[in-house]
């Protein structure tokens, strides 16, 4: 799976489980219980978080992929956006970066 393009996200910080009950109330259904492993990489000086860029290595599903993000292409908010490219990596070479 290759993607490249614009991520939007919509994010917020939540006081307590009852107001993420509230949220999740007006989710649509079927929800699943999703599984992942997310690794960040940076240099040793941490020059990406710097620049404000994510290097991301997911696993989810026995499936790898390695994420690029640019910097936030607004001023900070609930809503951002982000250039991004992601790539599959086979799992030999995801066990060598994790």
């Known amino acids: 799976m290759a993607g490249d393009g614009?991520?939007?996200e919509f994010k917020l910080m939540l006081r307590d489980?009852?107001?993420r009950a509230r949220i999740e109330a007006l989710l649509p259904r079927p929800r699943?219980?999703?599984r992942q492993r997310n690794i960040f990489l940076d240099t040793e000086d941490g020059r990406l978080a710097a620049a404000r860029l994510?290097?991301?290595l997911r696993e989810e599903n026995a499936a790898w992929l390695l994420t690029a993000k640019?910097?936030?292409l607004a001023?900070?908010?609930?809503?951002?956006?982000?250039?991004?490219a992601e790539r599959a990596v086979v799992p030999a070479l995801a066990a060598h970066l994790a």
């Open 17 to 19: 489980a009852a107001e």
């Open 70 to 72: 640019g910097p936030p």
């Open 6 to 8: 614009i991520e939007r």
């Open 54 to 56: 994510t290097l991301r």
């Open 32 to 34: 699943r219980l999703l």
């Open 75 to 84: 001023a900070p908010g609930a809503l951002s956006a982000r250039e991004e």
